[in-house]
T-cell receptor
Framework: EAGVTQFPSHSVIEKGQTVTLRCDPI?????LYWYRRVMGKEIKFLLH????????ESGMPNNRFLAERTGGTYSTLKVQPAELEDSGVYFC?????????????FGPGTRLLVL | AQSVTQLDSHVSVSEGTPVLLRCNYS??????LFWYVQHPNKGLQLLLK??????LVKGINGFEAEFKKSETSFHLTKPSAHMSDAAEYFC???????????FGSGTKLNVKP
């Protein structure tokens, strides 16, 4: 069974540009999460989808970040326009439906560098 | 509120000696607790998970962790370190009706030959 995949693995862009990150969850997983690790800090929650609906987006830093999950399958996270402080590693995770506490399976991450 | 404190940012051990990575948590709910490992340039891999069954949880690669409610701790141990254990380890808490994970700041384990 394929795991969570993320594309691209690395992205280097200039301040002000737009970047779109993609995540493909494990097939059949209704829950999809985005997390971010800024250098020197802990991994922090960004948002949570249940199928195509945003369940919790309390961790999104500001309105420059837009996440979508079309048809409840893959998800994209767009940063527009990118700022220097957006640099970091963006992780996607997925889990099966449940009441909470389910194991989340993580992708390898996208390393974003904004110059 | 939920949070995790990993007490050591770096731990260095010799190959063949025991490993102890410390984690304390805070949770308003009955928590689920996890340890994940990240090897260089790799994703996060689940080591083990506690969900209110047995307090001593066995994971992959010889790791185990003990849930101690009275001490709000969930320390990770391994009897004998291997060079391949060198990685960064994350303690995670979640609970209640919420699915989001709260991560500790990570502990980098160095294994010396």
């Amino acid at each position: 069974e394929a795991g969570v995949t993320q594309f691209p693995s690395h992205s280097v862009i200039e301040k002000g540009q737009t970047v779109t990150l993609r995540c493909d969850p494990i097939s059949g997983h209704d829950n999809l999460y985005w997390y971010r690790r800024v250098m020197g800090k802990e991994i922090k929650f960004l948002l949570h989808f249940v199928k195509e609906s945003k369940q919790d987006e309390s961790g999104m830093p500001n309105n420059r970040f837009l996440a979508e999950r079309t048809g409840g399958t893959y998800s994209t996270l767009k940063v527009q326009p990118a700022e220097l402080e957006d640099s970091g590693v963006y992780f996607c995770a997925s889990s099966q439906a449940g009441a909470g506490g389910e194991t989340q399976y993580f992708g390898p991450g996208t390393r974003l560098l904004v110059l | 509120a939920q949070s995790v404190t990993q007490l050591d940012s770096h731990v260095s051990v010799s190959e063949g000696t025991p490993v102890l990575l410390r984690c304390n948590y805070s949770s308003s709910y009955s928590p689920s607790l996890f340890w994940y490992v990240q090897h260089p340039n790799k994703g996060l891999q689940l080591l083990l998970k506690y969900t209110s069954a047995a307090t001593l949880v066995k994971g992959i690669n010889g790791f185990e962790a003990e849930f101690k409610k009275s001490e709000t701790s969930f320390h990770l141990t391994k009897p004998s370190a291997h060079m391949s254990d060198a990685a960064e380890y994350f303690c995670v808490v979640t609970g209640g009706n919420f699915n989001k994970f709260y991560f500790g700041s990570g502990t980098k384990l160095n294994v010396k030959p």
